[in-house]
């Protein structure tokens, strides 16, 4: 049964035609190679010889004018090559945006970085330079040694031991090199991300004058890079070195073993001089490839994280369109742990809510209430059990066909860079009307108005000048537009003050009217107030669900049980 192909090695495969291109047209260049040292060879023997004029102006024409076809085929060559590059991105470019995204959202943030998008760019620049041309070149070799066998044995045997040495050379470059390249590459991937984290949480390190000790361990990071990267280029300039000054010992070499068979009369001076050409040309792929395998590491191990990346993290499959949700919930003994780990945060869950319910969520830190969240809303998936919206698996559901009926508002607050209008319309065509709505249910329109350009105001990343408070409201907005089905709020108001509780409470009471479907994960009872069901969640498992008042009676009683007996006066 064969192998099926990764999604790089279809695009590799797909591409073939070109690549079957570029090696015809190194033939017919490495062909073309030959001219000048058959040119001198005529020069040399005919008219040198002769003192034909003419002669010599025919052959120089016919020797410009093949140099020129070969140079018009060299760019030909690497033209092709640019478009193979071109479009390896275009049919690798969403796949990988889309699996670093898959990446990032199952590692919990952990693994978010666009190093897949580097890599990608890594690898489509090494094809288009001069360096993977030596690895076409490379095969004619045996070519030149044949003819330099036809110009006399000597010049052969010569050129065989010359590409031994060289290809000796080139085999012990991999050895002492390749290792230690790669786990410099890998240091200086985690030292990035080490940076990037830092420059995040710049506030944090400039209010607690952290930065000079988190400077120290990058530092500390960054001179293992480059002692590794040292050694690695140490050891590939002494070998490119030894390299370069062997070929240009052979080719002097072979030069005196031409100039002594002319003297024997065993060959004519023309290929003498033909000779050191055309084994400098035979052993120049070679030499070139000790020059750039640096670069040729570089490009294998971007080659193999792609591939490693494209491996594990699957493509989504295509599925059916579902009918717009309503926002019914049933979750059937559902356990969740966090990516990449085996121990499960929530388990065993079941519950199911109607349309139009608001249920609040509530319990102690740790209990897996944000977790449970992220089943609710198929953020994560399920170890066991299923987690249903209107009876489908939520993981069922076109992605792009459900995003706009779920609204979500995490408990840490991610704007994107943009307009307000932008962010709460969630990047796609904004409506208005629509915008304006949502930022009225959310009771943050007039702060939106009082703001420099009104929605048109453009935020950072961060949020910019905007306040906590401002933050999670215009995420409100954001999680309520289009009139969602089903919405989690995760801890809503964590940073509002009375103005922004008041502007929530009336936000709540607005969803309700609208029929969605809404879990509140809250540790303030202020909230409560607006919902019709309680769930408790202790260590993961539902400790009580139920009507609120009943379910809040229960924990009273609860309360009241365990608090130890007065003791007399």
Same mark, same amino acid.
């Given at each position: 049964?064969?192998?099926?192909?990764?999604?790089?090695?279809?695009?590799?495969?797909?591409?073939?035609?070109?690549? $079957?291109?570029?090696?015809?047209?190194?033939?017919?260049?490495?062909?073309?190679?030959?001219?000048?040292?058959?040119?001198?060879?005529?020069?040399?023997?005919?008219?040198?010889?002769?003192?034909?004029?003419?002669?010599?102006?025919?052959?120089?024409?016919?020797? @410009?004018?093949?140099?020129?076809?070969?140079?018009?085929?060299?760019?030909?060559?690497?033209?092709?090559?640019?478009?193979?590059?071109?479009?390896?991105?275009?049919?690798? *470019?969403?796949?990988?945006?889309?699996?670093?995204?898959?990446?990032?959202?199952?590692?919990?943030?952990?693994?978010?970085?666009?190093?897949?998008?580097?890599?990608?760019? *890594?690898?489509?620049?090494?094809?288009?330079?001069?360096?993977?041309?030596?690895?076409?070149?490379? #095969?004619?070799?045996?070519?030149?040694?044949?003819?330099?066998?036809?110009?006399?044995?000597?010049?052969?045997?010569?050129?065989?031991?010359?590409?031994?040495?060289?290809?000796?050379?080139?085999?012990?470059?991999?050895?002492?090199?390749?290792?230690?390249?790669?786990?410099?590459?890998?240091?200086?991937?985690?030292?990035?991300?080490?940076?990037?984290?830092?420059?995040?949480?710049?506030?944090?390190?400039?209010?607690?004058?952290?930065?000079?000790?988190?400077?120290?361990?990058?530092?500390?990071?960054?001179?293992?890079?480059?002692?590794?990267?040292?050694?690695?280029?140490?050891?590939?300039?002494?070998?490119?070195?030894?390299?370069?000054?062997?070929?240009?010992?052979?080719?002097?070499?072979?030069?005196?073993?031409?100039?002594?068979?002319?003297?024997?009369?065993?060959?004519?001076?023309?290929?003498?001089?033909?000779?050191?050409?055309?084994?400098?040309?035979? @052993?120049?792929?070679? /030499?070139?490839?000790?020059?750039?395998?640096?670069? $040729?590491?570089?490009?294998?191990?971007?080659?193999?994280?792609?591939?490693?990346?494209?491996?594990?993290?699957?493509?989504?499959?295509?599925?059916?369109?579902?009918?717009? #949700?309503?926002?019914?919930?049933?979750?059937?003994?559902?356990?969740?742990?966090?990516?990449?780990?085996?121990?499960?945060?929530?388990?065993?869950?079941?519950?199911?809510?109607?349309?139009?319910?608001?249920?609040?969520?509530?319990?102690?830190?740790?209990?897996?209430?944000?977790?449970?969240?992220?089943?609710?809303?198929?953020?994560?998936?399920?170890?066991?059990?299923?987690?249903?919206?209107?009876?489908?698996?939520? $993981?069922?559901?076109?992605?792009?066909?459900?995003?706009?009926?779920?609204?979500?508002?995490?408990?840490?607050?991610?704007?994107?860079?943009?307009?307000?209008?932008?962010?709460?319309?969630?990047?796609?065509?904004?409506?208005?009307?629509?915008?304006?709505?949502?930022?009225?249910?959310?009771?943050?329109? /007039?702060?939106?108005?009082?703001? #420099?350009?009104?929605?048109?105001?453009?935020?950072?990343?961060?949020?910019?000048?905007?306040?906590?408070?401002?933050?999670?409201?215009?995420?409100?907005?954001?999680?309520?537009?289009?009139?969602?089905? @089903?919405?989690?709020?995760?801890? #809503?108001?964590?940073?509002?003050? /009375?103005?922004?509780?008041?502007?929530?409470?009336?936000?709540?009471?607005?969803?309700?009217?609208?029929?969605?479907?809404?879990?509140?994960?809250?540790?303030?009872?202020?909230?409560?107030?607006?919902?019709?069901?309680?769930?408790?969640?202790?260590?993961?498992?539902?400790?009580?669900?139920?009507?609120?008042?009943?379910?809040?009676?229960?924990?009273?009683?609860?309360?009241?049980?365990?608090?130890?007996?007065?003791?007399?006066?």
């Amino acid at each position: 049964m064969e192998k099926k192909r990764t999604d790089l090695e279809a695009v590799l495969h797909a591409c073939r035609s070109s690549f $079957f291109s570029v090696g015809l047209f190194s033939m017919f260049i490495n062909l073309l190679m030959l001219v000048p040292a058959f040119y001198m060879l005529q020069v040399y023997d005919r008219v040198v010889t002769s003192g034909s004029v003419p002669t010599l102006v025919m052959l120089t024409l016919v020797m @410009l004018l093949l140099m020129v076809t070969m140079g018009a085929l060299e760019w030909v060559r690497s033209r092709i090559m640019v478009r193979v590059s071109t479009r390896m991105d275009t049919l690798l *470019g969403s796949r990988l945006y889309d699996a670093s995204f898959k990446q990032a959202l199952y590692s919990g943030g952990m693994n978010a970085n666009a190093q897949p998008l580097s890599d990608l760019t *890594g690898l489509r620049q090494f094809l288009t330079g001069n360096g993977l041309f030596a690895f076409f070149d490379a #095969p004619w070799v045996p070519i030149y040694i044949a003819i330099m066998f036809m110009f006399h044995p000597w010049f052969g045997i010569m050129a065989i031991i010359s590409v031994i040495i060289l290809s000796t050379l080139a085999v012990i470059n991999e050895k002492v090199t390749s290792k230690m390249l790669a786990e410099a590459n890998k240091e200086n991937m985690a030292a990035n991300q080490f940076t990037n984290k830092n420059l995040r949480n710049a506030e944090v390190v400039e209010s607690m004058g952290m930065l000079s000790r988190i400077r120290d361990r990058w530092q500390e990071k960054n001179r293992k890079v480059l002692a590794m990267q040292g050694i690695a280029s140490d050891r590939a300039g002494i070998l490119t070195s030894i390299s370069k000054t062997t070929r240009l010992i052979v080719q002097s070499l072979v030069l005196g073993l031409g100039a002594y068979l002319a003297i024997q009369q065993e060959i004519s001076p023309g290929l003498m001089i033909a000779g050191s050409i055309l084994l400098g040309r035979a @052993l120049g792929p070679i /030499d070139q490839m000790i020059g750039v395998w640096k670069q $040729f590491v570089s490009a294998r191990s971007q080659y193999q994280r792609l591939n490693e990346m494209l491996t594990h993290v699957s493509e989504d499959p295509e599925r059916m369109s579902l009918p717009e #949700p309503k926002g019914s919930l049933l979750a059937e003994n559902v356990m969740v742990a966090p990516p990449g780990t085996k121990s499960p945060v929530v388990k065993g869950v079941s519950f199911k809510v109607e349309p139009g319910e608001m249920v609040g969520v509530i319990g102690p830190s740790a209990a897996g209430k944000s977790t449970l969240a992220r089943a609710i809303l198929g953020i994560w998936p399920t170890m066991g059990g299923k987690m249903r919206l209107d009876g489908a698996d939520i $993981f069922n559901w076109k992605r792009d066909e459900l995003g706009p009926h779920i609204g979500y508002l995490p408990q840490d607050i991610e704007l994107f860079e943009g307009t307000i209008s932008e962010n709460i319309a969630r990047f796609g065509e904004v409506d208005s009307q629509a915008v304006v709505k949502a930022a009225q249910m959310a009771g943050v329109h /007039d702060m939106i108005l009082r703001l #420099p350009e009104g929605y048109d105001t453009v935020i950072g990343a961060t949020g910019g000048a905007l306040s906590g408070g401002q933050r999670q409201r215009i995420g409100l907005a954001r999680a309520i537009y289009g009139n969602p089905r @089903l919405v989690v709020l995760d801890e #809503p108001n964590s940073n509002l003050d /009375d103005q922004g509780e008041a502007a929530l409470a009336i936000a709540l009471q607005n969803l309700k009217e609208t029929g969605a479907t809404v879990f509140i994960i809250t540790h303030r009872a202020s909230v409560l107030s607006q919902v019709q069901k309680l769930m408790v969640m202790r260590e993961g498992a539902l400790a009580m669900f139920g009507p609120r008042d009943q379910v809040l009676a229960e924990l009273n009683k609860a309360s009241r049980a365990a608090a130890p007996a007065a003791k007399p006066a």
